[in-house]
């Protein structure tokens, strides 16, 4: 069992960055895949970035390819998004998940077992 608690959301300015992070409860954090998700007002919940237990293997959604960077400290039992070059398009509340298929990184929700309550990223024009 995991349980995930996201943070760092908030209201920044275009152009402006955030850094999110999710801190993981269980002693098999490293065994588990970690993704970001979102989903903005009125839209479907969208990937936006994953990595595997090592973090050896990251992905990306194409809409934040070198903006957004995903990393993890499994010391820590966290996993943080680094955003940069935000755009009001990014607007949504952030989910992390947790995948117990450690040694991939998947884009598809079903996938995932266990999600953090989100935090609210705004990014204002």
């Known amino acids: 069992q995991v349980q995930l608690v996201e943070s760092g959301g908030g209201l920044v300015q275009a152009g402006g960055s955030l850094r999110l992070s999710c801190a993981a409860s269980?002693?098999?954090?490293?065994?588990?895949?970690m993704g970001w998700f979102r989903q903005a007002p009125g839209k479907k919940r969208e990937f936006v970035a994953a990595?595997?237990?090592?973090?050896?293997?990251?992905d990306y959604a194409d809409s934040v390819k070198g903006r957004f960077t995903i990393s993890r400290d499994n010391a820590k039992n966290t996993v943080d998004l680094q955003m940069n070059s935000l755009k009001p398009e990014d607007t949504g509340v952030y989910y992390c998940?947790?995948?117990?298929?450690?040694?991939?990184?998947?884009?598809?929700?079903?996938?995932?077992?266990?999600w953090g309550q989100g935090t609210q990223v705004t990014v204002a024009s």
């Open positions: 998940a947790a995948d117990a298929r450690y040694y991939r990184t998947s884009a598809s929700e079903i996938q995932y077992d266990y």
């Open positions: 269980g002693r098999t954090f490293g065994r588990y895949a």
């Open positions: 990595i595997t237990w090592g973090g050896g293997s990251t």
